[in-house]
């Protein structure tokens, strides 16, 4: 019973020698290997120019943030990315403010210049007013005048009358009767009538 026992043991012992030394020949003459040559490659892929480290750490990179998900399945934005966006929508927004702030401002501008306008109108309205009432106060003053002047004789009122402008002069004779009118005008010298005539006397 003990050498059957013995033998067993052997047996799993030297089993268990020829699987470590399977495993150590596949390390050594065929893992090892290509791991060597993966490395002098690089190396010397590195030494001739190409960027061999960095893009293998670039791509290692992407490979763990762009496939990052969250708990309902979509893509789970890396801090940069969320950085990236934050700032476009912060030019957007940018944009957007000085949009309207030169709007506004046009806005003012335009605002301003409406101002003026209403201003210059107004003034001008004003200035019509004072001309209109003088006006008025200028025929109010002719209608008493005339009375005055159509009791003078007709020298008497060609004399003072011609003292006057030819303005006050008109509105004077356009308050009198046609028969005054032409007694006065008939004194006045020929010029001076016709001139009068012509203004609308």
Do not use: C
């Not at 012992?13 to 490659?41: E, G, K, M």
């Amino acid at each position: 019973m003990k050498s059957k026992g013995k033998q067993v043991v052997e047996k799993g012992n030297d089993h268990q020698t020829r699987r470590s030394q399977s495993i150590s020949w596949i390390f050594y003459y065929v893992i090892l290997p290509i791991v060597a040559t993966a490395i002098f490659a690089a190396l010397a892929l590195q030494i001739l120019g190409y960027n061999v480290i960095g893009t293998i750490g670039s791509r290692i990179g992407q490979m763990e943030g762009s496939h990052l998900l969250n708990s309902h399945g979509k893509a789970v934005a890396t801090p940069s990315s969320a950085a990236t966006v934050a700032s476009v929508q912060l030019a957007q927004k940018e944009i957007i403010i000085k949009k309207l702030d030169s709007q506004v401002a046009t806005m003012k501008q335009q605002l301003t210049q409406s101002d003026q306008r209403f201003a210059s109108t107004e003034a001008n309205l004003k200035q019509l007013q004072v001309e209109l009432k003088k006006m008025q106060n200028a025929a109010t003053s002719a209608s008493k005048e005339a009375v005055v002047y159509a009791n003078m004789s007709s020298q008497q009122a060609a004399a003072i009358l011609m003292q006057l402008s030819t303005y006050q002069q008109v509105l004077i004779l356009k308050n009198m009767s046609a028969a005054d009118q032409a007694s006065i005008l008939a004194v006045i010298p020929p010029k001076q009538a016709a001139k009068l005539l012509q203004a609308g006397a």
